[in-house]
């Protein structure tokens, strides 16, 4: 096997051929880690702006101290280390659907890995998020989690551009309204990534479920394609007075 390419780990799931891959990346001058999904790329370390941008925007937005934060999709982990690094961040919870994932981390497989699992703050579980909001095909956390002051969504590549038929409920009216009612708390911060440009048609209806709602578009360089790419993220607080821990 070549230097610049090593696949560390090749599983088969429910979901497909899974495969976690390190690769030089000469044009980055970087190593690279890159899970994939069967031939669709799940995640990259070469772009990570946009997950980090996330956690950042939506804590932002939260009130008090000791905040529980919750997020959906583990992937390499710059969502859930952007997290930790907030001081306000009591807990974290971490639902993962891939087990292999979590093992990875758990290994040090994957570079942050051992940074998430020796934080005391941090808890990684398999289960299905979606499950969580009366979507999904997969088991619900055990045990069930409390409701949160923030939630991150990082699963699918957009709401109209799911990885599982079961996972469109959530963009649905019906499925926001129970992640607002079940998951979160009074004044609660809702945030999705999304790899498409932002989508006015969801952004109107996160609008009739939360109270304040609004779509931020992150830029970062890309060299691959010699010019700057782009992300959404969408952010929706939900009624009430505060966050306050």
Same mark, same amino acid.
């Given at each position: 096997?070549?230097?610049?390419?090593?696949?560390?780990? =090749?599983?088969?799931?429910?979901?497909?051929?899974? &495969?976690?891959?390190?690769?030089?990346?000469?044009?980055?001058?970087?190593?690279?880690?890159e #899970?994939?999904?069967?031939?669709?790329?799940?995640?990259? &370390?070469?772009?990570? $702006?946009?997950?980090?941008?996330?956690a950042?925007?939506?804590?932002?937005?939260?009130?008090?101290?000791?905040?529980?934060? +919750? /997020?959906?999709?583990?992937? *390499?982990?710059y969502? +859930?280390? %952007?997290v *930790?690094?907030a001081?306000a /961040?009591?807990?974290?919870?971490?639902?993962?659907?891939?087990?292999? $994932? #979590?093992? =990875?981390h758990?290994?040090?497989? #994957?570079?942050?890995?051992?940074?998430?699992?020796?934080?005391?703050?941090?808890?990684?579980?398999?289960?299905?998020?979606?499950a969580?909001v @009366?979507?999904?095909?997969?088991? $619900?956390?055990?045990?069930?989690?409390?409701?949160?002051?923030v $939630?991150? !969504?990082? #699963?699918?590549?957009s709401?109209?551009?799911?990885?599982d038929?079961?996972?469109?409920v959530?963009?649905t009216?019906?499925?926001?309204?129970? *992640?607002?009612d079940?998951?979160?708390?009074?004044?609660?911060?809702f %945030?999705? =990534?999304?790899?498409? %440009?932002?989508?006015?048609?969801?952004?109107? *209806?996160l609008?009739?479920v939360?109270?304040? !709602?609004?779509?931020?578009?992150?830029?970062f360089?890309?060299?691959?394609?010699?010019?700057?790419?782009s992300?959404?993220?969408?952010?929706?607080? &939900?009624? @009430?007075?505060?966050?306050?821990?």
């Amino acid at each position: 096997m070549s230097a610049r390419f090593q696949e560390l780990d =090749w599983r088969t799931t429910p979901m497909g051929e899974l &495969s976690l891959r390190r690769r030089y990346d000469p044009l980055f001058r970087a190593e690279v880690h890159e #899970i994939k999904l069967g031939d669709e790329f799940l995640m990259s &370390s070469l772009f990570t $702006v946009a997950e980090v941008e996330m956690a950042r925007l939506a804590l932002a937005e939260a009130e008090g101290t000791d905040l529980r934060v +919750a /997020v959906g999709g583990l992937g *390499l982990g710059y969502t +859930a280390q %952007a997290v *930790l690094e907030a001081e306000a /961040v009591g807990s974290l919870v971490v639902v993962e659907t891939l087990a292999e $994932v #979590i093992d =990875w981390h758990r290994q040090g497989l #994957i570079p942050l890995g051992p940074e998430l699992v020796r934080d005391p703050r941090c808890r990684l579980v398999h289960g299905d998020f979606f499950a969580m909001v @009366g979507a999904g095909s997969g088991a $619900v956390p055990e045990p069930a989690p409390e409701p949160f002051h923030v $939630v991150l !969504v990082d #699963i699918d590549h957009s709401p109209s551009h799911v990885l599982d038929p079961g996972h469109a409920v959530l963009y649905t009216d019906e499925g926001l309204r129970h *992640l607002r009612d079940e998951l979160l708390l009074p004044g609660g911060v809702f %945030a999705l =990534w999304s790899n498409d %440009a932002p989508d006015e048609d969801f952004t109107e *209806l996160l609008g009739t479920v939360f109270d304040r !709602v609004r779509a931020e578009v992150v830029s970062f360089p890309n060299p691959i394609q010699e010019r700057d790419s782009s992300n959404t993220v969408y952010l929706a607080v &939900s009624p @009430g007075t505060g966050t306050g821990g």
